[in-house]
């Protein structure tokens, strides 16, 4: 479609006139001769040209001519869709992400002849009844699988076990999926707690920074349970820090009394530049623990860093999972950023989970597929869950090396389920240092996350942010979301750098499977995949799914990614 376009002419009598456009568009009302032209999105007033009804009223009999501006308006690709309606064991999934495997080109106009890596989410596995689509049990769900796509022709992978049973693609390391008062529990700065074991021996803890680093302060965030106030007497009070540069011999760099605490945390100046620090905690009695433990350098705190210990009260295997947020292909590699996750039966039904924390694992990419035997993971630390309020990253990732030489990772602040866009970056030489990532604060880019400043309201949990090669706004970048996560409304916005600022999200699609699945059915997490489309004709996927379980069950063509073309005017 073109500018001036006529998507609507029709005669109408004076008085009050109720035009359904069929979808959404940037329109104005030719030569009418009305008081007011009143815009919808539905039943939402709409503050700028685009609309998908209109209200009118008439002064005289006239005809009336709807025009296209230019902009965007939204298709469906039922051809798209179909290819994941495919009739084998993968039954469907949600958190698709697409990835460009010709080293990581993920922008708009790649090569046709590209193969693609789609990763998903939660994923049903098992056999349907074809004439009712009703899924037959067992039917199982793995926590995330992946598809290929050569030639346009998908296929899907189920990762087997030994003896071919189905199970996840990626799985946490065991030392990354426990619960108890284990040692890890310090690193972040809220609830949780180290506790000792009932030995005479001392606690020994051992941090690793992957490299020599300078470190200017330790933090000891003091035992303190709010439900059991008595037991603040298990506070550390003695300590001793040494620092190496071989984790063999160490050398004596402080020692400390803790034993009167002036708040909750104490800051210690320690002034070290080693790669391995060793802090070793004289008990005073059976069980001692603390709340933090937090290293930093000229104000820059790190996250980026092992921790373990020698003795521990209780830790157990903790039931986490995996879901797959965005990543990047580099050098033969697969990076990308998944979440931490476990069950959380407080929840209502379809929103039973919790999430932990994030992850960066980094796997190799050869002709053969992923080389899951040599995968690798650690924790990402820039991720806060305290008092209602959400910080995490990974919801999309933009490879902007080409233009300004860094990688964009994009995150949300979370309050009450609005969600804010977040930015960060970094260099491709340091993708896997996590304390070389940079966030941007409202004004610069600034190392610590936590000063991170939104720059886009109303955006979603999976999302994307693409360069515009072309088109009316080239130049410019394209954010593509569910406005507010889980609604019917696909949106866009336009940003005049990758950190904005970025026009409010402007809805350009209602979501037709709520009204065709009913009962529980939503849609939520539509996001751009700019290497399958060109920057005028945005491929655009969305999932659905319902809050129900037997819902799922009835049919299995409600969980399913759904395709659409944003196309410009």
Same mark, same amino acid.
């Given at each position: 479609?073109?500018p001036?376009?006529?998507l609507?002419?029709?005669?109408?009598?004076?008085?009050?006139?109720?035009?359904?456009?069929?979808?959404?568009?940037?329109?104005?009302?030719?030569?009418?001769?009305?008081?007011?032209?009143?815009?919808?999105?539905?039943d939402?007033?709409?503050?700028?040209?685009y609309?998908?009804?209109?209200?009118l009223?008439?002064?005289q009999?006239q005809?009336i001519?709807?025009?296209?501006?230019?902009?965007?308006?939204?298709?469906?690709?039922?051809?798209?869709?179909?290819?994941?309606?495919?009739e084998?064991?993968?039954?469907g999934?949600?958190?698709?992400?697409?990835?460009?495997?010709?080293?990581?080109?993920?922008?708009?106009d790649?090569?046709?002849?590209?193969?693609?890596?789609?990763?998903?989410g939660?994923?049903?596995?098992? %056999? /349907?009844?074809?004439?009712?689509?009703?899924?037959?049990?067992?039917?199982?769900?793995?926590?995330?699988?992946?598809?290929?796509?050569?030639?346009?022709?998908?296929?899907?992978?189920l990762?087997?076990?030994?003896?071919?049973?189905?199970?996840?693609?990626?799985?946490?390391?065991?030392?990354?999926?426990?619960?108890?008062?284990?040692?890890?529990n310090?690193?972040?700065?809220? %609830?949780?707690?180290?506790?000792?074991a009932?030995?005479?021996?001392?606690?020994?803890?051992?941090?690793?920074?992957?490299?020599q680093?300078?470190?200017?302060?330790?933090?000891?965030?003091?035992?303190?349970d709010?439900?059991?106030? %008595?037991?603040?007497v298990?506070?550390?009070q003695?300590?001793?820090?040494?620092?190496?540069?071989?984790?063999?011999?160490?050398?004596?760099?402080?020692?400390?009394?803790?034993?009167?605490?002036?708040?909750?945390?104490t800051s210690i100046?320690?002034?070290?530049?080693?790669?391995y620090?060793k802090?070793v905690?004289?008990?005073?009695?059976?069980?001692?623990?603390?709340?933090?433990?937090?290293?930093?350098?000229?104000?820059?705190?790190?996250?980026?860093?092992?921790?373990?210990v020698n003795?521990?009260?209780?830790?157990?295997?903790?039931?986490a999972?995996?879901?797959?947020?965005d990543?990047i292909?580099?050098?033969?590699?697969?990076?990308?950023?998944?979440?931490?996750v476990?069950?959380?039966?407080?929840?209502?039904?379809?929103?039973?989970f919790?999430?932990?924390?994030?992850?960066i694992?980094?796997?190799?990419?050869?002709?053969k597929?992923?080389?899951i035997?040599?995968?690798?993971?650690?924790p990402?630390r820039?991720?806060?869950?305290?008092?209602?309020?959400? /910080?995490?990253?990974?919801?999309?990732v933009?490879?902007?090396?080409? /233009?300004?030489?860094?990688?964009?990772?994009?995150?949300?602040?979370?309050?009450?389920?609005?969600?804010?866009?977040?930015?960060?970056?970094?260099?491709?030489?340091?993708?896997?240092?996590?304390?070389?990532?940079?966030?941007f604060?409202?004004?610069?880019?600034?190392?610590?996350?936590?000063?991170?400043?939104?720059v886009l309201?109303?955006v979603?949990? %999976?999302?994307?942010?693409?360069?515009?090669?072309?088109?009316?706004?080239?130049?410019?970048?394209?954010?593509v979301?569910?406005?507010d996560?889980n609604?019917?409304?696909?949106?866009?916005?336009?940003?005049?750098?990758?950190?904005?600022?970025?026009?409010?999200?402007?809805? /350009?699609?209602v979501t037709?499977?709520?009204?065709?699945?009913?009962?529980?059915?939503?849609?939520?997490?539509?996001?751009?995949?700019?290497?399958?489309?060109?920057?005028?004709?945005i491929?655009?996927?969305?999932?659905?799914?319902?809050?129900?379980?037997?819902?799922?069950?009835?049919?299995?063509?409600?969980?399913?990614?759904?395709?659409?073309?944003?196309?410009?005017?």
């Open positions: 479609m073109k001036h376009h006529i609507y002419q029709q005669p109408h009598l004076k008085g009050p006139v109720k035009i359904k456009l069929g979808g959404v568009y940037p329109v104005t009302v030719k030569d009418v001769k009305a008081a007011l032209v009143h815009r919808f999105i539905d939402e007033p709409s503050t700028t040209l609309a998908n009804r209109l209200e009223e008439l002064s009999d005809t001519e709807v025009v296209l501006e230019p902009g965007f308006y939204a298709e469906k690709d039922e051809a798209f869709t179909a290819q994941f309606l495919k084998d064991l993968w039954r999934g949600d958190g698709i992400y697409s990835f460009n495997l010709n080293q990581g080109v993920d922008g708009f790649a090569p046709k002849d590209s193969n693609t890596l789609f990763v998903f939660d994923t049903f596995v098992g %056999e /349907i009844n074809p004439e009712t689509f009703r899924r037959l049990e067992p039917t199982l769900m793995p926590n995330n699988s992946y598809a290929l796509m050569k030639a346009e022709s998908i296929s899907f992978h990762e087997k076990a030994d003896n071919h049973s189905v199970k996840n693609v990626f799985d946490l390391e065991p030392r990354y999926a426990k619960k108890g008062t284990s040692i890890e310090v690193l972040d700065d809220n %609830e949780t707690l180290y506790l000792s009932d030995t005479d021996e001392d606690v020994v803890i051992f941090i690793d920074l992957h490299h680093k300078p470190v200017d302060t330790l933090e000891i965030g003091h035992y303190d709010p439900d059991f106030k %008595e037991t603040s298990r506070a550390f003695k300590m001793e820090i040494y620092q190496s540069h071989n984790h063999v011999t160490y050398e004596l760099v402080k020692r400390v009394d803790l034993s009167q605490p002036q708040g909750p945390i100046e320690v002034n070290l530049n080693a790669r620090i802090c905690i004289k008990k005073h009695r059976p069980l001692v623990g603390c709340r933090y433990l937090g290293l930093s350098y000229q104000n820059q705190r790190y996250i980026d860093f092992d921790i373990a003795q521990v009260f209780f830790e157990a295997p903790l039931h999972w995996l879901w797959l947020q990543g292909i580099l050098d033969d590699h697969f990076y990308f950023y998944p979440m931490r476990i069950g959380d039966q407080t929840q209502p039904e379809g929103l039973q919790k999430v932990l924390s994030t992850m694992f980094k796997v190799p990419f050869t002709q597929g992923l080389q035997e040599k995968l690798e993971q650690k990402m820039n991720f806060y869950d305290h008092q209602g309020k959400t /910080i995490m990253f990974g919801a999309a933009m490879n902007h090396q080409d /233009i300004d030489g860094y990688i964009y990772m994009y995150g949300y602040q979370s309050q009450m389920g609005f969600r804010q866009l977040l930015v960060s970056r970094i260099k491709k030489e340091n993708l896997w240092n996590l304390d070389a990532y940079d966030y604060d409202g004004q610069s880019f600034t190392p610590d996350f936590m000063k991170a400043a939104p309201d109303h979603s949990c %999976e999302m994307s942010v693409s360069y515009l090669n072309e088109g009316p706004h080239q130049g410019k970048y394209i954010a979301m569910t406005f996560t609604t019917r409304y696909v949106a866009f916005s336009i940003g005049e750098t990758p950190y904005g600022p970025f026009t409010p999200p402007q809805k /350009i699609y037709p499977e709520p009204d065709i699945f009913k009962s529980t059915t939503y849609t939520y997490n539509a996001k751009a995949h700019p290497h399958l489309s060109t920057a005028t004709d491929l655009v996927s969305y999932n659905t799914n319902t809050y129900n379980f037997d819902h799922n069950m009835s049919h299995a063509h409600i969980y399913r990614p759904r395709f659409i073309r944003l196309k410009t005017i």
